[in-house]
Nanobody, 116 residues
Framework: EVWLVESGGGLVQPGGSLRLSCAASGFAFASTAMKWVRQAPGKPPEWVATSFHPLAHNITTYAPYVKGRFTISRDNAKNTLYLQMNSLTPDDTAIYYC???????RGQGTQVTVSS
Protein backbone atom coordinates (compact mmCIF):
# COMPACT_ATOMS: atom_id res chain seq x y z
CA GLU A 1 0.00 0.00 0.00
CA VAL A 2 1.27 3.44 -0.93
CA TRP A 3 1.78 5.92 1.90
CA LEU A 4 2.93 9.54 1.98
CA VAL A 5 2.99 11.17 5.39
CA GLU A 6 3.92 14.84 5.72
CA SER A 7 5.11 16.46 8.93
CA GLY A 8 6.91 19.56 10.18
CA GLY A 9 4.30 22.21 9.63
CA GLY A 10 3.31 24.77 12.22
CA LEU A 11 3.01 28.43 13.08
CA VAL A 12 5.99 30.63 12.28
CA GLN A 13 6.58 34.37 12.22
CA PRO A 14 7.31 36.19 8.95
CA GLY A 15 10.95 35.78 8.06
CA GLY A 16 11.15 32.46 9.85
CA SER A 17 11.95 28.98 8.63
CA LEU A 18 10.41 25.52 8.67
CA ARG A 19 11.51 22.15 7.38
CA LEU A 20 8.85 19.82 6.10
CA SER A 21 9.33 16.08 5.79
CA CYS A 22 7.45 13.48 3.77
CA ALA A 23 7.91 9.83 4.64
CA ALA A 24 7.12 7.50 1.75
CA SER A 25 6.40 3.78 1.58
CA GLY A 26 4.83 1.21 -0.70
CA PHE A 27 6.64 2.19 -3.90
CA ALA A 28 10.13 2.63 -5.32
CA PHE A 29 10.78 6.07 -3.85
CA ALA A 30 14.40 6.28 -5.04
CA SER A 31 13.34 6.04 -8.69
CA THR A 32 10.25 8.24 -8.40
CA ALA A 33 10.08 11.94 -9.13
CA MET A 34 8.42 13.75 -6.25
CA LYS A 35 6.98 17.20 -5.75
CA TRP A 36 5.59 19.55 -3.16
CA VAL A 37 2.35 21.38 -3.80
CA ARG A 38 0.39 23.71 -1.57
CA GLN A 39 -3.14 24.93 -1.25
CA ALA A 40 -4.21 28.07 0.52
CA PRO A 41 -7.81 28.53 1.73
CA GLY A 42 -10.12 29.36 -1.15
CA LYS A 43 -7.41 28.95 -3.76
CA PRO A 44 -6.53 26.13 -6.17
CA PRO A 45 -3.49 23.97 -5.50
CA GLU A 46 -0.18 25.37 -6.74
CA TRP A 47 3.05 23.65 -7.50
CA VAL A 48 6.02 24.47 -5.26
CA ALA A 49 8.99 22.31 -6.25
CA THR A 50 9.97 19.02 -7.88
CA SER A 51 12.78 16.57 -7.16
CA PHE A 52 13.68 14.23 -9.96
CA HIS A 53 15.36 10.90 -9.30
CA PRO A 54 18.98 9.89 -9.99
CA LEU A 55 18.17 8.61 -13.49
CA ALA A 56 17.10 12.18 -14.25
CA HIS A 57 20.28 13.56 -12.74
CA ASN A 58 18.60 14.54 -9.48
CA ILE A 59 17.35 17.75 -11.06
CA THR A 60 15.31 20.07 -8.86
CA THR A 61 12.94 22.74 -10.10
CA TYR A 62 11.09 25.51 -8.29
CA ALA A 63 8.13 27.76 -8.76
CA PRO A 64 9.25 31.39 -9.20
CA TYR A 65 7.48 32.51 -6.03
CA VAL A 66 9.61 30.19 -3.85
CA LYS A 67 12.88 30.03 -5.80
CA GLY A 68 15.79 31.19 -3.68
CA ARG A 69 13.84 30.69 -0.46
CA PHE A 70 12.81 27.03 -0.53
CA THR A 71 14.99 23.96 -1.08
CA ILE A 72 13.65 20.53 -1.99
CA SER A 73 15.80 17.53 -1.18
CA ARG A 74 15.50 13.82 -0.66
CA ASP A 75 17.13 11.02 1.27
CA ASN A 76 16.55 7.90 -0.77
CA ALA A 77 18.01 5.68 1.96
CA LYS A 78 15.28 6.92 4.31
CA ASN A 79 12.53 7.16 1.66
CA THR A 80 12.00 10.75 2.74
CA LEU A 81 11.41 13.98 0.86
CA TYR A 82 12.14 17.35 2.46
CA LEU A 83 11.26 20.98 1.91
CA GLN A 84 13.40 23.58 3.67
CA MET A 85 11.50 26.85 3.72
CA ASN A 86 13.28 30.10 4.61
CA SER A 87 12.25 33.75 4.63
CA LEU A 88 8.62 32.78 4.98
CA THR A 89 5.89 35.31 4.32
CA PRO A 90 2.15 35.27 5.06
CA ASP A 91 1.61 34.39 1.38
CA ASP A 92 3.25 31.03 2.07
CA THR A 93 0.41 30.08 4.43
CA ALA A 94 -1.17 26.90 3.08
CA ILE A 95 -1.49 23.18 3.50
CA TYR A 96 1.60 21.59 2.01
CA TYR A 97 1.42 18.21 0.33
CA CYS A 98 4.07 15.93 -1.05
CA UNK A 99 3.05 14.01 -4.12
CA UNK A 100 4.31 11.67 -6.78
CA UNK A 101 4.89 13.51 -10.02
CA UNK A 102 3.62 10.62 -12.14
CA UNK A 103 0.06 10.51 -10.79
CA UNK A 104 -0.24 13.33 -8.24
CA UNK A 105 -0.83 10.82 -5.42
CA ARG A 106 -0.66 12.91 -2.25
CA GLY A 107 -0.40 12.57 1.46
CA GLN A 108 -2.74 14.18 3.98
CA GLY A 109 -0.78 17.41 4.08
CA THR A 110 0.72 19.55 6.82
CA GLN A 111 -0.45 23.04 7.72
CA VAL A 112 1.98 25.93 7.50
CA THR A 113 0.84 29.24 8.94
CA VAL A 114 3.00 32.35 8.69
CA SER A 115 1.75 35.07 10.97
CA SER A 116 2.96 37.54 13.55
Amino acid sequence: EVWLVESGGGLVQPGGSLRLSCAASGFAFASTAMKWVRQAPGKPPEWVATSFHPLAHNITTYAPYVKGRFTISRDNAKNTLYLQMNSLTPDDTAIYYCARLQDDYRGQGTQVTVSS
